[in-house]
């Protein structure tokens, strides 16, 4: 039976979902061609009706994690968004987590098509974070952006190494905990942190 064009594209687009959820779960070496197809309910030997490589699919997939990231920043404050970031179910979440924290350090031995998505996806990250910025003088906004590549470094460091540890550990937990606070506090500070809306 032949696949219509509309088909297709929602077969394409459910093997990129299932993607972007099982790399941010297994990390890019942890997942095959044919493990990602057969969860996606696809066979093997269709992978490469709609990908060139598995690095195509990879770039792709970290595409549609960093959109989701932007669309969940939609009228969310800072301070929201820092709790969110930094709390137990977002750490335990990776397969419906940030892409950021899940991949960065598989990102950076992959070929520059992976590292190229991950630059852009933090410029949008960091453009979103500025939407308040408009009415700041070119100074005020390169102190602004190195305040906000800041922020982005702490929280996505902070949920890396919470993840690092064992999910039942105290250390876990105090990683986020001290890490929320201190980039809560830094926020609070007049000017300090990044402007969510």
């Given at each position: 039976?032949?696949?219509?064009?509309?088909?297709?594209?929602?077969?394409?687009?459910?093997?990129?979902?299932?993607?972007?959820?099982?790399?941010?779960?297994?990390?890019?070496?942890?997942?095959?061609?044919?493990?990602?197809?057969?969860?996606?309910?696809?066979?093997?030997?269709?992978?490469?009706?709609?990908?060139?490589?598995?690095?195509?699919?990879?770039?792709?997939?970290?595409?549609?994690?960093?959109?989701?990231?932007?669309?969940?920043?939609?009228?969310?404050?800072?301070?929201?968004?820092?709790?969110?970031?930094?709390?137990?179910?977002?750490?335990?979440?990776?397969?419906?987590?940030?892409?950021?924290?899940?991949?960065?350090?598989?990102?950076?031995?992959?070929?520059?098509?992976?590292?190229?998505?991950?630059?852009?996806?933090?410029?949008?990250?960091?453009?979103?974070?500025?939407?308040?910025?408009?009415?700041?003088?070119?100074?005020?906004?390169?102190?602004?952006?190195?305040?906000?590549?800041?922020?982005?470094a702490h929280?996505?460091?902070?949920?890396?190494?919470?993840?690092?540890?064992?999910?039942?550990s105290s250390?876990?937990?105090?990683?986020?905990?001290?890490?929320?606070?201190?980039?809560?506090?830094?926020?609070?500070?007049?000017?300090?942190?990044?402007?969510?809306?």
């Amino acid at each position: 039976m032949k696949v219509t064009k509309a088909q297709a594209l929602e077969n394409r687009a459910r093997i990129v979902d299932t993607a972007s959820t099982l790399f941010r779960e297994r990390g890019y070496d942890g997942v095959s061609v044919a493990d990602l197809m057969a969860a996606a309910g696809f066979t093997h030997g269709g992978f490469y009706k709609h990908f060139g490589s598995k690095a195509d699919l990879m770039a792709e997939a970290a595409g549609v994690g960093f959109s989701r990231a932007v669309a969940s920043l939609a009228g969310v404050n800072a301070p929201q968004y820092i709790q969110e970031y930094l709390s137990r179910p977002h750490r335990d979440s990776r397969g419906d987590g940030c892409t950021f924290a899940a991949l960065s350090g598989d990102a950076a031995r992959q070929p520059d098509s992976i590292k190229q998505a991950f630059a852009a996806g933090i410029e949008n990250q960091l453009a979103i974070l500025a939407r308040e910025e408009s009415s700041l003088s070119e100074s005020e906004k390169r102190e602004a952006r190195a305040k906000r590549i800041d922020t982005l470094a702490h929280v996505v460091g902070a949920l890396v190494l919470s993840r690092a540890c064992p999910d039942d550990s105290s250390l876990a937990d105090e990683i986020l905990e001290v890490c929320r606070t201190e980039v809560l506090n830094r926020y609070a500070r007049k000017g300090a942190g990044p402007h969510l809306g």
